[in-house]
């Protein structure tokens, strides 16, 4: 189930950037889960992990690598990705496996390990297969192209329980040329991201400083992957990736960051989007708009508050106007001193809470209409400062319980 | 859906401690949903109450009558309950309900108005049905008696979408007297109390100064309502009474206290997983022991956020020994610096965790037996101090999913 139609968009070619997939039965047959995706000399690469404290042994490799190319100026190169088996709770053995793929890969590619980060998801605990991975890899390599073909089939290859490949794809200008930013993601369930979700990857053409460009990302993951919730489970394997290809224009006045992150706010913002709009089980897509906060924090508080109640996620999934559950959850979000008689709560153009009760002039009628939408957004108005924070969530249906009580068999 | 046989226990008669109740038709006919709890001259009371900040107009009022009633040493002598309806979210016409339901019994009764406590459960945001409840009244304080039915009734009359009754009864010598704790609970759902939980009342004969009361009130909540979670939502009605009627032995000396808050532990415990064992669409009983922690708050969070987790909950469901998922729970947990190689996760007696992944020797015929058990325990150790916390949850089920989003209907 998924809310909404989402065709995988068009991307555009970048400069000497290309993708690489392989169907290496690692855990199913006939399906993508090697995916390689190659990144000119002259790229400058960010990244954001998990804090996930059992972090998988890819997460920890790819620290490392990325802190080690930091160091030599010899850049990253190749992001390797599997799906189907997350490395992660294998200690000692699955660090080593992590070691060897990039390995392979650099050997293929002529370039230092350090310049492979990997990435790994799909079940936890359970031995990485090298065998199929390590034959995956040259296949993938060997297959690497920059259309926009090549960008969906490694949208496709990184894939678990999402039904369906997640791309976005802006252009914008900077200056008198044109930059592009394309981006894949994947993530259906265990998501509620810290740093960034399960697995993003976006590339740029611009030309933008390391230093720069790690800004850039901290900033609208915080406002995209850090603000979407499925079920509140934090993955092992999270990250989020971006790389400035560096051959198209340069990013570096003030003016050119502002709109050149204006542009990857909207990649990132609609790539987190597409992780709720298939988020497992989900046939809602919410929107929880949280104002009049003293705090960011605190407006992120309420929100994630009402987004991660089962039972306000069970109504969504009935088309239920029960809005006493919102205001029950509401209610107990860590807020100090907190004075209901001033919060408002609207269901898209329904005001259901005034003077800590019941709307007056609310009917039943009214809620129920909007609760009947696949895509629902809820205000809430603390009525104590001026901060704001958007959260998007999916809702509680039979198919979340399913998939996931299913998920191993 | 329910964890376990469990009939509800022959309740010894409390001097002076009479219940009634009646079928009110506040929400369905043929029902008990009114009962009044009656307590002798002598009591003392204590209670704790939701924390929740949209808290409802009965918590507001039974607050305050408590007060009123320290201060003018003429105790509470009468707990009103009506299910069926929270006056939740009802604003100050909830409040004046709750008032005039409070002025009916005590005019009936012969009382100040302070001297009855008004407590409501079920649906948050609809207007009391006040002509039922006025009928009800009377009814309930007519057939008010003290013997073990009359507590049952007492314990049907509070439910809501529980499947059973839930009472606990200790009796324990205090010196050469002996001292009896009655209680009944409900709650199923909207279970993740923050004071107390939905509802409880618990009275003893014993002769108890108001301030000890209090303190082993709260006491014994923190280690029974407050350890217990279904849904990670808190009401905006929980509140738990605890009366001594003063009638039988007095406990003041240390020993005496000692041995008294023992007794009281058990029934509060008793009372706390009878409902998480008939938690809504509950197939498991869960207990979560989590030691070798800094601070027992520190156990607690570790505890809690793997309860709360809807992965580790359905692959409870399932019966499936997916212990990745255990892990990845911790590891999201909001402990500082927290180093996962020394962690040990053990489920029943299986080792699933050590050294930052799969135990030595684990297999999963060895978790899925421990699995396929109704009643369940996964013991975390963290391997950073000396301090402990135990945590009991139910799993996430199709029955859940299906009450919940069918609550209203």
């Known amino acids: 189930m998924a809310v909404g139609e989402r065709p995988f968009p068009t991307m555009p070619s970048l400069e000497g950037v290309r993708l690489g997939t392989a169907m290496a039965g690692i855990k199913k047959p006939y399906r993508r889960d090697v995916v390689v995706i190659e990144l000119p000399e002259t790229s400058t690469v960010a990244g954001v992990f998990t804090r996930n404290a059992f972090c998988a042994a890819p997460v920890t490799v790819a620290k490392a690598h990325l802190k080690r190319t930091a160091e030599t100026g010899d850049g990253p190169r190749y ?27 650099a050997r293929q ?40 073909q090549a960008w969906q089939h490694a949208a496709e290859g990184i894939l678990t329980t999402d039904t369906r490949p997640k791309g976005a794809s802006v252009r914008v200008a900077i200056g008198e040329r044109e930059v592009v930013i394309n981006g894949i993601a994947k993530g259906s369930g265990m998501i509620r991201p810290d740093m960034a979700t399960m697995l993003a990857f976006v590339v740029t053409d611009a030309v933008i400083e390391p ?21 509140s489970d934090t993955s092992t394997n999270d990250a989020c990736m971006l790389a400035a290809a560096g051959t198209g224009a340069r990013v570096e006045s003030e003016a050119q960051i502002d709109i050149f992150r ?20 989900a046939t809602k897509f919410v929107t929880l708009q949280v104002d009049q906060a003293q705090s960011r924090q605190e407006a992120l508080d309420v929100a994630f508050t009402v987004a991660h109640s089962p039972l306000v996620k069970t109504a969504l999934y009935a088309s239920d106007a029960n809005w006493g ?26 005001r259901l809470v005034e003077g800590g009760g019941r709307a007056k002039g609310y009917t039943e009628a009214a809620g129920s209409k909007v609760m009947a939408e696949d895509e629902i957004t809820i205000r809430i108005s603390l009525g104590r400062g001026d901060e704001a924070a958007t959260v998007w969530t999916s809702d509680l249906s039979h198919d979340y319980v399913s998939i996931n009580a299913d998920y191993r068999s």
């Open 262 to 281: 204006n542009a990857l706010q909207r990649v990132m913002t609609e790539l987190a989007q597409s992780i709720i709009r298939d988020g497992e089980g």
């Open 79 to 105: 992001w390797l990705i599997n799906t189907g088996n997350a490395n992660a709770g294998t200690g000692e053995a699955g660090y080593q496996d992590a070691l060897q793929s990039c390995a392979t890969l």
């Open 211 to 231: 230093s720069l460009l790690e800004r850039l990302l901290r900033e609208t993951v915080d406002r995209s992957f850090n603000c979407i919730t499925v079920d």
């Open 325 to 350: 559950r919102i205001l029950a959850a509401v209610g107990r979000a860590p807020v100090d001193a907190f004075d209901v008689s001033r919060v408002t709560i609207e269901l898209g153009d329904v």
């Open 109 to 148: 590619a002529g370039v230092n390990d350090a310049a492979v980060l990997p990435f790994s998801t799909g079940v936890i605990g359970e031995p990485l297969p090298m065998a199929q991975l390590l034959d995956g890899i040259p296949e993938a390599f060997a297959n690497r192209a920059g259309d926009s």
